[in-house]
């Protein structure tokens, strides 16, 4: 049986569309390299022009608008969360300090007890 919740991938031209954003990219970097003696200015745009040509067509490609849609719907869903005030904070914060002052309390004890259990009774050291 198929889930027909589960999406599945298969667009050719999807990663056709990356593999040219990421040679522009690459495009980009090596033009900036390449062009060592001309001015700053002159790798920059040749950089950036790299990038954005890899951007916009990342953006364009079907990946890229899922990748955007998801963005959206997360920047949505974190404006619906509820944030505790401070006076929840430091309270949450406090009982989670005790907590762990009881356990580490507890541990020691406990690690006391096995020592001298170990020690002093089943191998009689002093």
Same mark, same amino acid.
């Given at each position: 049986?198929? #889930? +027909? #919740? @589960?999406?599945?991938?298969?667009?050719?031209?999807?990663?056709?569309? =990356? &593999?040219?954003?990421?040679?522009?990219?690459?495009?980009?970097?090596?033009? *900036?390299?390449?062009?060592?003696?001309?001015?700053?200015?002159?790798?920059?745009?040749?950089?950036?022009?790299? &990038?954005?040509?890899?951007?916009? @067509?990342?953006? @364009?490609?079907? +990946?890229? /608008?899922?990748?955007?849609?998801?963005?959206?719907?997360?920047?949505?869903?974190?404006?619906?969360?509820?944030? +505790?005030?401070?006076?929840?904070s430091m309270q949450t914060t406090g009982v989670v300090f005790? *907590?762990? =002052?009881?356990?580490?309390? *507890?541990?020691?004890?406990?690690?006391?007890?096995?020592?001298?259990?170990?020690?002093?009774?089943?191998?009689?050291? /002093?």
């Amino acid at each position: 049986m198929s #889930n +027909p #919740n @589960i999406e599945t991938v298969d667009e050719q031209g999807g990663k056709w569309l =990356l &593999l040219l954003a990421a040679a522009f990219v690459v495009a980009g970097l090596i033009g *900036f390299y390449a062009l060592s003696r001309e001015a700053v200015y002159v790798r920059a745009v040749a950089l950036f022009a790299g &990038l954005a040509l890899g951007v916009v @067509i990342v953006l @364009i490609s079907g +990946p890229g /608008k899922r990748f955007v849609g998801f963005g959206r719907e997360s920047y949505r869903e974190v404006r619906k969360v509820v944030w +505790p005030s401070r006076k929840e904070s430091m309270q949450t914060t406090g009982v989670v300090f005790g *907590f762990v =002052l009881l356990m580490a309390a *507890f541990m020691w004890i406990a690690d006391k007890l096995i020592e001298w259990g170990v020690f002093s009774l089943i191998l009689g050291w /002093k």
